[in-house]
C-alpha cells in the first residue's frame, strides 16, 4: 500500500490533466494549428510504442540481483495473444491469460 | 375595458399574459388551419412545435448515438471492471481508485501510470507516459475538429474531454462523407456516443473497485490490466511498419530496465517512433 497519499493525488490531478490537453486542445484550437502529415505519422507509433514500454517490463523483468529472468506472466501473455488471433475477442484474450498463469503457477506449485 | 386595467395594474405580469395570448392564439389557428386549410395560407411551424421537433430530432439523435454503440458498450464494461480491479489490486487505495477513475477518465493512461506510481517514477514522468499514451486522441480530435467547429468553446471542450475511442470509431465511418458537417444530428448523435459511454464507465470500473477490494491479491488480477492492455494494442497491430516500432520500444524497454525511474519509458517511446517513420519510408520505396 501506498503511503505517500499526496503524491499520489498529484499524480491523479496531472493524469486528469493529459486528459483535457490531449482530447480537447485541438477541439479548442484546431482551426489555428493544422497537424503536419510527419508528426501525425509520429503520432501514430508514439502511443503503441508506449505501451509496448509498458508492458515489457511487467511480463520480462529483470531482478534487482539476478538480472534478467523469464517470468511464468511471458508465457501466458503469450498464450493470450494465440488465442486472440484465433478468436479476435478482446475479452478472451483477458479470460485465457488470467487462466494460463493460473494453470501454470498451481503446476509449479505441485512439482515445486 | 377591464383587461387593459388588470394590465396597467399589474406590470409584472405581462410575460404571462403575453404567453398566454400567444398559447391562445396559436390554439386557435391551429383549430383554424386544420377546418379548412386551404383558405390558410401560411402554414409555416408554430414556435413551440418547432421547438418540439428540434427536441424530438436531439432526442432521436442521442438515441441512435448511444445504440450504434452498443458492441462498443460491452468491451468498455470489461475493460472498466478490469481496470476497477487493477487499480485497487496494485496498491491504490479506494477512495485514490475512485478519485482516479472519476477525474481520469482514460482506461490506458490509468494503467499505464499503475507500474509508475508503484515504482515511485518521478510526477513529470507520470505526466509525459500519460500525454503518450493519450496522443492517438489529438488525431481523434484533429478529425473531430470539423464537425465541431461551430460550437462554443464551453461546449467543444467538454466534448472533448469525453470523447473515447469507441466513440470515434462509431461517429467517423457514419458521417466522414457527410455533405455539410457540423449539424445537429452530427452533434446530438456523438454526444448520445460519449454520454452512455461515460456512465457505462463509470459504473463498471466502480464495480471493479468494489469487488477489487474482495479478491485476494494472490489472484495477482493486476496481470488482467498487462492483458487488457495487450488487448487494446493487437487490433492496431495492423501493417509491418508497426510491427517494427512495436519490436524495437519493445526490445529497448527490455534492455533499458535497469536505468532508474522507469525512465527507459522515454527511450523506447523514442526509439520506437523513429523506427516506425523509417520502416514506413523503406516499406513505400520497396513497394514502389
Sequence with gaps: MISDDWYVIAAILLLALCSVITRSTYMLFGHLMPLPDRVRSALRYAPLAALTAIIVPEILPWHAQHGPMLDLKLVAAVVSIWVYQRTRSALLLIISGMLALWLMRWVVTLFG | ?288
Excluded at chain 2, 17 to 44: E, K, M, N, P
Excluded at chain 2, 83 to 92: I, N
Aim: hydrophobic letters at 55%; charged letters at 10%; aromatic letters at 10%.
Design chain 2, 1 to 288: 375595458m377591464t383587461f387593459l386595467v388588470v394590465l396597467k395594474l399589474t406590470p409584472y405580469c405581462n410575460k404571462a399574459i403575453a404567453l398566454q395570448y400567444v398559447l391562445i392564439h396559436q390554439h386557435f389557428s391551429r383549430r383554424y388551419s386544420r377546418s379548412s386549410g386551404a383558405i390558410l395560407t401560411d402554414t409555416s411551424p408554430l414556435p413551440d412545435q418547432h421547438a418540439l421537433s428540434v427536441r424530438a430530432q436531439r432526442l432521436c439523435a442521442m438515441r441512435q448515438g448511444a445504440h450504434a454503440l452498443l458492441p462498443g458498450l460491452l468491451a468498455l464494461s470489461v475493460w472498466g471492471v478490469v481496470t476497477g480491479v487493477a487499480m485497487v489490486k496494485s496498491g491504490l487505495t479506494e477512495h485514490m481508485a475512485v478519485l482516479m477513475t472519476l477525474l481520469v477518465y482514460a482506461g490506458s493512461a490509468q494503467l499505464t501510470s499503475l507500474p509508475l506510481i508503484m515504482a515511485g517514477a518521478p510526477l513529470w514522468l507520470i505526466f509525459v507516459a500519460g500525454l503518450v499514451v493519450n496522443l492517438r486522441f489529438v488525431i481523434f480530435a484533429a478529425a473531430l475538429h470539423p464537425f465541431f467547429k461551430n460550437m462554443s468553446w464551453p461546449k467543444r471542450l467538454l466534448m472533448g474531454y469525453l470523447s473515447v475511442d469507441v466513440a470515434f470509431v462509431v461517429f467517423m465511418p457514419r458521417f466522414t462523407d457527410a455533405p455539410k458537417k457540423g449539424t445537429l444530428e452530427q452533434h446530438w448523435f456523438y454526444l448520445g456516443s460519449i454520454l452512455s459511454s461515460w456512465m457505462v464507465w463509470q459504473l463498471t470500473s466502480l464495480l471493479g473497485i468494489a469487488l477489487g477490494s474482495f479478491v485476494p491479491t494472490s489472484w495477482s488480477l493486476d496481470f488482467a490490466a498487462v492483458l487488457a492492455l495487450i488487448a487494446m494494442m493487437m487490433p492496431l497491430v495492423s501493417n509491418k511498419p508497426i510491427l517494427v516500432s512495436i519490436f524495437t520500444a519493445g526490445v529497448v524497454a527490455w534492455l533499458t530496465q535497469p536505468w532508474p525511474l522507469r525512465l527507459g519509458l522515454i527511450a523506447a517511446v523514442l526509439a520506437g517512433s523513429a523506427a516506425g517513420m523509417w520502416a514506413e519510408r523503406v516499406f513505400r520505396k520497396g513497394r514502389i
